[in-house]
């Protein structure tokens, strides 16, 4: 016999803190159940308070009489328990639930011939089952019928799915019992109508049903294939003690441990009597564990739900069944506990936010407790502690793929007097192949609350009555720092407790705060912790500047830094935003994964850009393999649509296939600079670069806002560094400002390391002279080939089919592209010029340089090409002249350090010159220094041509990402 809905309405409202006097005029009805004794416990509970026995030891649990029998060892097993336990992902479906019957039946079967092993599984509620009854009692007050409509679909959703599983047989009595919940659930979501409030309790009370439901479910499928075994309503075993200010379920993903302790020696016994007289009845005790006919009992039990010590109806918070697991496994003396998730085991980092995260073979229980305090969401906090003093190893298996072998947590990590022990640290990348940390993870949706200039109070007082305070408050306080200065204090809380805990300091200092000794108390939210934790951190130096640098160069700023006496984990609370690229960038600082870029490539369809998409597509597994580096396109765009990846992940196509997503795509996009702007901002990858292969000014413009969020630029395009100072001076600033890096070596000579000899000749204290030379592909071409065969004209036509020249002809012929290479030169030595302040002589007459051609690219080159023969005449007497006095033609630049004079022109050159040699496609730079004053330091070959521009390209992103990782350490 059981009491119903008006003894759980009371068991609620008492334990909520209200009377029940005026309810207890109500009848109880009484009907069977699987669980008779239930309902009466909590009405003696509210007449009578009634404490559970002492804590003692697990022998509470060994029986006195001897035709009694010890769980802990069942008799004639030669096998521990094992236990199991299944979240509500593993539990969605019928199928699944199969799934996870079979699975336990597989395993209770035993391996390796060992014989059968007793089994036990905890389960959770059927995936999204809680959250539906949180709605249950969220809305009762407001909406009844809503209520209502939301438990009813729970309950007939659950015996639909049970329906599916077994037969009416074995489903009809169960079905009754789930109805017969419905309705007393619905009587106490009623009565709450009457108090205008939801007790912390009945939360947990009607949240509970969730797991009674899904054991039952579960049992009813076991019993159709014909295997010992039986459920078990935790609630009738698992006796707790939580803290005070702790009622509720908990945030869902909280931080919090719980605050819940089993008191074992009233848990053990009452395990114990069910096993001799539940599991007696069953035959369990009577089970042959060898021979043809060997069997071992499977035993269901419900997780996350238990019982106070004061009989009313309790759970272990949020994610609790991990706990309920093993609890049970030291209950029952458990050989191994396997949590059955839907990953392969425990990751580096969570996989949903850092791509490259992978299982972790294995983990000390130390780390795995560390791991699970800072939001991995694969383990509950606590679940590690029942299992350290019994060495029970806990093994973390993905239901979907039950062949891999996942986590394994044994064993405790050396105190601190053992790693001392060893000697002098060391710093970790000195031990090659050892990775100090096993895994990066997270806390989300937390507040920063800060004390500040307390000072004048003295430093102990105030750290006693601000924890004091918070405390009373029932705030869980997840990190703790104080400067001594002045005595200010910061914790980081969870984000709903923010508020609460703000409150508390103010009424706590309230006299403070009228007599001005404290300046203020503030409350931050929309933070996030994030920590990197390992028991090889411990002794090994530059791990936490391993860490701390990697944020930085990902453009994450830290707002509190702390450190575990442990020296097992090192957090930082971080911008909620800023979550995900600190996470990927810690995790590509410790080598646990490559160092990625994340790449958005301007003028794709153009042939420079075109060709270096095709060369990070060939180059993509050698980069991987040799060097450990990944260029993810993210975003791909031409002057007119652009594709974007997703989740960071990059596109789906590659190379040449990159070009017809953008012209008949279904995800292609108009190009928008605003939108490619933001979401490039937005990017959580910690290695971000912009590669401009464009002429635009458009794009230009956005340098600055680029390099200002953290965005890399490359730019072959000279718009900007030869462009107007001042802008030029703007981006230079932002890019100081921001710590990151415009790189521009291909818009002087393609792949040649023209800049990058310069820079270094000035960084090592050489001082430049000056610069000659020749770095226009297409004139060095046409004036090479220019012969009496061969006018100009066709020469030129020559170097333009070859693609040597620029997209805009003219410039090419007027001089202006080796001005603004001679405007780029020039500033990097010091010189503010601007492109008026270079001597240009045009080949072309100015007849021309205004005339306005066709937009169309084919038909421009046509018209230009046949305008520009009236040059050969001029120029072959030039070549004549040339040819005769021994010399030969180049379109040479000259830069005068001394006197700031640049200038470009044809020059007929002599063979004393480097350039008399120049070949038809090649660029030639002069550097004339104090260092090199005899004879010039020369960079000299091809660079010509897209492929060769765009493995310029190509460098500079290999540079830029050889730089991130080496800054990280």
């Known amino acids: 016999m059981r009491l119903l809905a008006p003894t759980l309405a009371l068991t609620a409202l008492a334990a909520g803190g209200f009377g029940v006097e005026a309810f207890t005029a109500a009848p109880l009805r009484a009907s069977s159940s699987s669980s008779p004794a239930f309902a009466a416990r909590h009405l003696t509970?509210?007449?009578?308070?009634?404490?559970?026995?002492?804590?003692?030891?697990?022998?509470?649990?060994?029986?006195?009489?001897?035709?009694?029998?010890?769980?802990?060892?069942?008799?004639?097993?030669?096998?521990?328990?094992?236990?199991?336990?299944?979240?509500?992902?593993?539990?969605?479906?019928?199928?699944?639930?199969?799934?996870?019957?079979?699975?336990?039946?597989?395993?209770?079967?035993?391996?390796?011939?060992?014989?059968?092993?007793?089994?036990?599984?905890?389960?959770?509620?059927?995936?999204?089952?809680?959250?539906?009854?949180?709605?249950?009692?969220?809305?009762?007050?407001?909406?009844?019928?809503?209520?209502?409509?939301?438990?009813?679909?729970?309950?007939?959703?659950?015996?639909?799915?049970?329906?599916?599983?077994?037969?009416?047989?074995?489903?009809?009595?169960?079905?009754?019992?789930?109805?017969?919940?419905?309705?007393?659930?619905?009587?106490?979501?009623?009565?709450?109508?009457?108090?205008?409030t939801v007790p912390a309790v009945t939360m947990e009370v009607v949240t509970g049903f969730g797991e009674i439901w899904s054991a039952q479910t579960l049992h009813a499928y076991l019993q159709t294939r014909g295997v010992p075994c039986e459920w078990i309503d935790a609630r009738e075993i698992l006796i707790v003690k939580?803290?005070?200010?702790?009622?509720?379920?908990?945030?869902?993903?909280?931080?919090?441990?719980?605050?819940?302790?089993?008191?074992?020696?009233?848990?053990?016994?009452?395990?114990?009597?069910?096993?001799?007289?539940?599991?007696?009845?069953?035959?369990?005790?009577?089970?042959?564990?060898?021979?043809?006919?060997?069997?071992?009992?499977?035993?269901?039990?419900?997780?996350?739900?238990?019982?106070?010590?004061?009989?009313?109806?309790?759970?272990?918070?949020?994610?609790?069944?991990?706990?309920?697991?093993?609890?049970?496994?030291?209950?029952?003396?458990?050989?191994?506990?396997?949590?059955?998730?839907?990953?392969?085991?425990?990751?580096?980092?969570?996989?949903?936010?850092?791509?490259?995260?992978?299982?972790?073979?294995?983990?000390?229980?130390?780390?795995?407790?560390?791991?699970?305090?800072?939001?991995?969401?694969?383990?509950?906090?606590?679940?590690?502690?029942?299992?350290?003093?019994?060495?029970?190893?806990?093994?973390?298996?993905?239901?979907?793929?039950?062949?891999?072998?996942?986590?394994?947590?044994?064993?405790?990590?050396?105190?601190?007097?053992?790693?001392?022990?060893?000697?002098?640290?060391?710093?970790?990348?000195?031990?090659?192949?050892?990775?100090?940390?096993?895994?990066?993870?997270?806390?989300?949706?937390?507040?920063?609350?800060?004390?500040?200039?307390?000072?004048?109070?003295?430093?102990?007082?105030?750290?006693?009555?601000?924890?004091?305070?918070?405390?009373?408050?029932?705030?869980?306080?997840?990190?703790?720092?104080?400067?001594?200065?002045?005595?200010?204090?910061?914790?980081?809380?969870?984000?709903?407790?923010?508020?609460?805990?703000?409150?508390?300091?103010?009424?706590?200092?309230?006299?403070e705060f009228a007599r001005s000794t404290i300046n203020s108390v503030s409350c931050n939210g929309g933070m996030s912790i994030v920590a990197i934790v390992g028991e090889g951190m411990a002794m090994n130096s530059g791990v936490s500047a391993t860490f701390m640098s990697s944020l930085a160069r990902a453009n994450v700023n830290i707002r509190l830094i702390a450190q575990g006496s442990s020296e097992r984990q090192v957090a930082v609370v971080v911008d909620g935003n800023d979550t995900s690229r600190a996470l990927r960038a810690a995790h590509m600082a410790f080598t646990l994964s490559e160092t990625a870029a994340s790449v958005a490539v301007l003028g794709a369809t153009g042939q420079i850009g075109s060709s270096l998409l095709s060369q990070l597509s060939d180059q993509k597994e050698n980069l991987a393999k040799e060097i450990g580096v990944e260029m993810r396109v993210n975003i791909a765009a031409s002057s007119s649509s652009m594709v974007m990846g997703k989740d960071g992940c990059g596109l789906d196509a590659e190379g040449d296939a990159i070009g017809a997503l953008l012209d008949d795509g279904d995800d292609s996009l108009e190009f928008d600079l605003d939108h490619l702007t933001e979401t490039m901002a937005a990017d959580v990858n910690p290695l971000r670069v912009v590669i401009d292969c464009t002429n635009s000014e458009a794009a230009a413009d956005y340098y600055e806002r680029w390099l200002a969020s953290g965005v890399h630029v490359i730019s072959p395009s000279r718009k900007v560094a030869a462009g107007p100072l001042e802008r030029y001076q703007r981006v230079e600033e932002a890019q100081r400002d921001s710590q990151v890096n415009w790189q521009f070596e291909s818009s002087v000579g393609s792949a040649l390391p023209i800049l990058t000899t310069l820079r270094d000749l000035m960084e090592t204290g050489d001082h430049v002279k000056a610069i000659r030379g020749s770095v226009s592909g297409s004139l060095a071409y046409a004036l090479s080939n220019l012969s009496e065969d061969t006018p100009f004209s066709e020469a030129f036509r020559q170097a333009v089919d070859k693609n040597y020249a620029e997209t805009a002809l003219l410039e090419d012929l007027t001089g202006l592209d080796v001005a603004r290479k001679v405007v780029i030169l020039a500033r990097q030595v010091g010189l503010n010029v601007n492109i008026e302040d270079v001597e240009v002589e045009s080949l072309v007459p100015d007849s021309l340089k205004g005339k306005e051609y066709s937009s169309d690219w084919n038909v421009m080159k046509d018209e230009l090409l046949e305008d520009i023969k009236v040059l050969d005449a001029d120029m072959a007497e030039r070549a004549r002249a040339a040819e005769s006095d021994g010399t030969r033609l180049r379109y040479k630049f000259t830069i005068d350090k001394e006197t700031g004079r640049c200038q470009c022109k044809l020059e007929a050159v002599g063979n004393t010159d480097p350039l008399y040699r120049l070949k038809s496609n090649e660029n030639l730079v002069a550097f004339e220094t104090e260092r090199y004053s005899t004879s010039p330091l020369i960079v000299k070959g091809a660079a010509a041509g897209p492929d060769l521009a765009a493995a310029g390209i190509f460098a500079d992103l290999l540079r830029l990402t050889r730089t991130y990782s080496a800054l990280q350490t």
Not at 72 to 92: C, I, Q, T, Y
Not at 160 to 171: G, N, S, V, W
């Open 45 to 196: 509970s509210m007449m009578k308070a009634t404490v559970a026995p002492p804590e003692d030891a697990l022998n509470a649990g060994v029986p006195e009489n001897e035709n009694e029998e010890c769980i802990r060892s069942p008799r004639g097993s030669a096998n521990d328990w094992e236990v199991h336990k299944f979240g509500g992902a593993s539990l969605a479906t019928a199928e699944l639930y199969r799934t996870v019957g079979d699975l336990l039946i597989r395993e209770a079967a035993g391996r390796n011939d060992a014989g059968p092993i007793p089994t036990m599984a905890v389960v959770s509620a059927r995936g999204g089952m809680t959250d539906l009854l949180v709605k249950v009692v969220d809305t009762a007050l407001q909406n009844f019928d809503e209520a209502t409509s939301a438990l009813t679909d729970a309950v007939e959703s659950q015996i639909a799915l049970l329906k599916e599983l077994a037969p009416p047989e074995i489903t009809d009595v169960i079905e009754e019992r789930f109805r017969q919940d419905e309705r007393d659930i619905l009587s106490v979501v009623q009565s709450l109508r009457m108090i205008n």
């Open 242 to 511: 939580s803290d005070a200010g702790n009622a509720g379920l908990g945030e869902k993903g909280s931080a919090a441990t719980g605050g819940v302790v089993p008191l074992y020696a009233e848990t053990a016994t009452r395990m114990a009597n069910w096993w001799n007289t539940v599991g007696r009845d069953n035959g369990f005790l009577d089970l042959e564990y060898d021979g043809p006919d060997a069997k071992s009992p499977i035993v269901v039990v419900t997780g996350f739900v238990a019982t106070s010590a004061d009989g009313v109806p309790t759970t272990l918070k949020r994610s609790g069944s991990d706990y309920s697991a093993t609890v049970f496994a030291k209950l029952t003396g458990a050989g191994r506990v396997t949590m059955w998730k839907n990953t392969d085991g425990v990751y580096t980092a969570d996989p949903r936010r850092v791509p490259e995260a992978f299982s972790i073979a294995s983990l000390k229980y130390d780390e795995a407790i560390e791991l699970a305090y800072f939001g991995a969401q694969v383990l509950h906090p606590s679940a590690m502690v029942p299992c350290i003093d019994d060495e029970i190893p806990v093994y973390v298996r993905n239901i979907f793929n039950p062949a891999f072998e996942g986590t394994v947590i044994r064993g405790r990590s050396p105190t601190l007097e053992e790693v001392n022990a060893k000697g002098k640290a060391k710093n970790w990348r000195s031990k090659r192949g050892e990775i100090p940390i096993k895994g990066i993870t997270s806390v989300d949706k937390i507040s920063l609350v800060t004390l500040e200039g307390a000072s004048v109070i003295g430093g102990a007082n105030v750290a006693e009555r601000f924890m004091g305070a918070l405390a009373d408050a029932g705030v869980n306080v997840l990190i703790i720092t104080q400067a001594s200065s002045e005595s200010s204090i910061t914790v980081a809380v969870p984000e709903n407790e923010g508020e609460r805990a703000l409150a508390a300091i103010n009424d706590g200092f309230e006299l």
